[in-house]
């Protein structure tokens, strides 16, 4: 008599067929002819992967699609971040296709939000891991005397060699509030004692949240990188996408965030998703006999806004108005000295801080919104 099945691999495919089902209904609504998988005959591995490569990728490349190019520029920027009266860099370039799908004729659009917090995706995924792994050759080899030493050279290195060494296992701990939430902070704790003129900001731990989702989560640093992202910042991209559809009228639907789907991948182990230095391991396997390589191989590309060379340039204007002008820092939330020389480096280019210079916009915007009562439009401060 043959022994029983492995429970555990009885459940993977028992998971698997509940998303296969899943897309079989997409593939149907779509009117696409509903493809079945191949009895699986493989091992485990084998058998995260194809559910992956779900038959919808094939069909959906099938179904004559077009290549779109939109451009942004500062002008239609200005105008959108008017409209919008919301000031993240990244809404713009969304309402930009949203609208492109509309015009197009398109009333429902596939996105793909979630991929990268499911499967790690992101380029801080792969640095933490590495920094992790690295970190701890590093106290293992060097004692702690000499890897002080190391740290306090590093903050005398050339700006651009200084900001690599920062982010790294040289001048960080390797607990997961370093290595993860501080190293990719736009205000990290270390500059807000020169910066915070509010005694009252002071003491708040600003990753408390993400702190208490971190320590929810199961497994090891990737997995909890994963998790609390989930929690989090998903959350966030997720009300952007919808507010951008929305308001060119269409719907957006998240695929990836199916809920078989989700529960699905978060079991897998994280070694799938992240293989040295190649994110999205599982996924690009899964689908290499469908998607291009060039396609597969080339670095993330999202939606990018060069906040940098406008804050530097026809942007600057904003900065001097809504950052270092008398009226904002009469507000004594901030250290005048400290934040103009934060913006005069950045001008200067011996510094990057458009990610900073832009939020303590948004803030005296909401403040001029909420606490004055004052109907602000960015388009009157640039030309």
């Known amino acids: 008599m043959s022994p029983p099945p492995d ?25 696409l002819d509903v ?32 290549a779109h190019r939109v451009p942004v520029d500062r002008l239609s920027f200005k105008g959108t971040v008017d409209t919008l009266r919301q000031w993240t860099p990244l809404l713009a370039p969304a309402l930009f296709v949203s609208r492109l799908a509309r015009d197009s004729g398109v009333k429902v659009v596939l996105t793909g939000e979630g991929a990268d917090e499911l499967f790690l995706g992101y380029n801080r995924y792969r640095v933490a891991a590495w920094n992790q792994r690295l970190g701890r050759a590093w106290e293992a080899v060097v004692p702690s005397a000499g890897r002080r030493a190391v740290a306090r050279l590093a903050s005398r290195l050339p700006a651009r060699a200084r900001r690599y060494a920062e982010a790294s296992f040289l001048t960080r701990e390797g607990d997961p509030r370093s290595l993860f939430f501080e190293a990719f902070s736009v205000f990290p704790a270390a500059m807000q004692p020169a910066l915070l003129a509010d005694g009252t900001s002071r003491g708040r731990d600003p990753h408390a949240e993400a702190m208490a989702h971190w320590g929810a989560a199961p497994g090891g640093l990737v997995d909890r990188m994963s998790h ?4 989090t910042y998903l959350v966030e991209l997720l009300m952007k996408q919808d507010q951008m559809s929305m ?33 999205k391991a599982v996924l690009r396997d899964a689908v290499r006999d469908l998607v291009p390589r060039e396609i597969l191989t080339r670095r993330k590309m999202g939606f990018p806004v060069p906040l940098g060379p406008w804050l ?28 103009r020389r934060l913006a005069e480096a950045h001008r200067a280019g011996t510094g990057r801080h458009a990610d900073r210079l832009w939020l303590l916009v948004n803030l005296e915007i909401w403040q001029r919104i909420f606490v004055d009562g004052e109907d602000v439009l960015l388009g009157r401060t640039w030309q």
């Open 7 to 31: 429970p555990a691999i009885a459940e993977l495919y028992r998971q698997r067929w509940a998303v296969e089902l899943f897309f079989r209904e997409i593939k149907t609504a779509l009117g």
């Open 35 to 66: 493809l079945r998988c191949q009895s699986p005959d493989l091992i485990e591995k084998e058998v995260w992967m194809q559910v992956i490569a779900y038959n919808l990728v094939r069909a959906l490349m099938l179904s004559a699609a077009k």
């Open 228 to 231: 609390t992202d989930l929690q």
């Open 247 to 279: 308001s060119a009228s269409i719907e957006s639907r998240v695929p990836f965030l199916d809920h078989p789907l989700v529960e699905f991948a978060a079991a897998m182990p994280g070694s799938f998703k992240l293989r040295g230095m190649r994110t």
């Open 312 to 339: 530097r340039g026809p942007f600057w204007p904003v900065v001097e108005d809504f950052v270092l002008s008398p009226r904002a820092t009469a507000r004594g939330l901030f250290v005048a000295p400290e934040v």
